[in-house]
């Protein structure tokens, strides 16, 4: 049987797509590899934050104000210091939350609804791509400059609410993290990170 030219068309294009798409893929994980190693330098990090948080039943975002604390390898303390104070801190699997004066110690696993949020904020602050695709999959887009992370939770981790945390940054920086609940509602954290002793 004797195969044309035009035959071979239809078979060349998706041949030369993967071809021209090697590199371009390669080089998308050679700049996750720099980013992570970028992050993991730094064993602190301190920001402070606005919270808003979307919810298709108000009108309004309901917002908070405070600070967001990391120590390598795993513990985040987060302030909220407007409108009421309420303090966690998170240090390996255990969540301790003080609101009105008491303190009380829970299991992270028993918050599935901020679970997501810790996991990628202690992963990508950490610099830990292992940790952060053990619990997501992982989408990089932009630069070292500018990017931004897109999560997806796993199958495994799916039961919660969230259906994808994007973060997205510049450098060893985090500038919002965006977390979208399959329902709808959404919340945002902006972040403006100062220096650590």
């Not at 064993?43 to 934050?49: E, I, L």
């Not at 309901?62 to 120590?71: I, N, P």
């Not at 795993?74 to 939350?97: F, M, N």
């Amino acid at each position: 049987m004797r195969v044309t030219g035009c035959a071979l068309l239809p078979l060349l294009g998706p041949l030369l797509g993967l071809l021209l798409g090697a590199p371009r893929a390669n080089a998308a994980e050679d700049e996750l590899d720099q980013l992570f190693a970028l992050l993991a330098r730094r064993p602190h990090a301190a920001a402070s934050f606005v919270e808003q948080h979307f919810m298709h039943l108000l009108s309004r975002p309901v917002e908070s104000l405070g600070e967001l604390r990391f120590d390598a390898p795993d513990r985040l303390e987060k302030r909220t210091l407007e409108p009421r104070p309420e303090d966690w801190r998170v240090e390996g699997d255990t969540l301790q939350v003080t609101r009105h004066g008491r303190t009380r110690s829970a299991s992270l696993a028993d918050f599935p609804q901020i679970r997501p949020l810790i996991d990628s904020l202690r992963a990508t602050l950490g610099g830990d791509r292992a940790a952060l695709e053990r619990v997501f999959t992982v989408h990089f887009v932009g630069d070292l400059e500018h990017w931004s992370l897109v999560l997806v939770p796993r199958a495994e981790a799916a039961a919660g609410p969230v259906a994808q945390v994007q973060i997205d940054g510049a450098r060893n920086r985090l500038l919002e993290v965006d977390v979208r609940e399959s329902g709808g509602d959404r919340t945002v954290l902006t972040l403006r990170e100062h220096e650590t002793p």
